[in-house]
C-alpha cells in the first residue's frame, strides 16, 4: 500500500520523515559493516531487487490501497533486521523515484511497508529462542507464520492510518479492504516459507539468521 500524501496533514508527514530518519541513522548505526560477508552482500542486493519486483507487481482499487506482496519477513531472516531496513528503504526509494510512490509520504509508506514487518519479524526471531531449535520449528515458526503476521500486522496498521487520516468509512477499511489482506497474508506466508525454506538447504550463508549449530547440530 502507497499512501497518496494528501491525505495526511503536513505535520504529520514530517513527523514520519523524522521518525524514518531515525530508524535509518540506528540501523547504519547498528550494522556491522567490516563483518559483512561479501557473498551475504550479494544476496542483500539481490534482494533488494526482489522486492522491488514485488512492489511494482500490484493490484488495487482505490488510492492506498494496492495489494502486493512485502517481502519484510523474508528479507529481515535473510539478511537481519537492521540491514532489511536499509535494503527496503533502498527499494522504497527506487519505487518512488520510479513514479509508483510520491516522495511526500516516503516517511509513512517506510513505516508502514518497511518498519512494521521487520519488528515483527524481530519480535518473533527473539520468541523463536525459546522454542526447540529445530529446522522445521524455523521454516515454520520463523518463515511461515512470521511472514504470515509480519504482512497482517503491517496492513492492519496501514489501514488504521487510513482511518485515522479519515481517508476512508472506517467500516469499509476494517471490513472490506482489511479482509482482502487477509487473504493475501496466506501468499505471503506461503512465499517467505519456501524461499527461505530453499534458502536454508542451499543456501545457508545467504540466511543470516539460521545457525547451523543450532538447528542443525544442536550445539
Known sequence: MNFPAQFFAPATLWLCHALCAALLAQAVWRVRWRQLDPVGLNAWMGACVAVMLFWSLKGGFKPGLEFHLLGGAAFALMAGPWLALIGLAIVLAGVTAYGMAEWAAFGVNFLVMAAAPVAVTALTL???QRLPANY???IFFNA??????SFFCACLLGVSVLALADAYAPDYLFGDALSFYFLLSWSEAFTTGLMLA???VYKPH???TFDDRRYLLRK
Not at 144 to 149: C, E, Q, R, V, Y
Request: aromatic share 34%.
Open 206 to 208: 545467504w540466511v543470516a
Open 144 to 149: 511461515f507464520l512470521t511472514g504470515w503476521l
Open 126 to 128: 527473539r520468541l523463536a
Open 198 to 200: 530453499i534458502f536454508v
Open 136 to 138: 522445521f520449528v524455523y
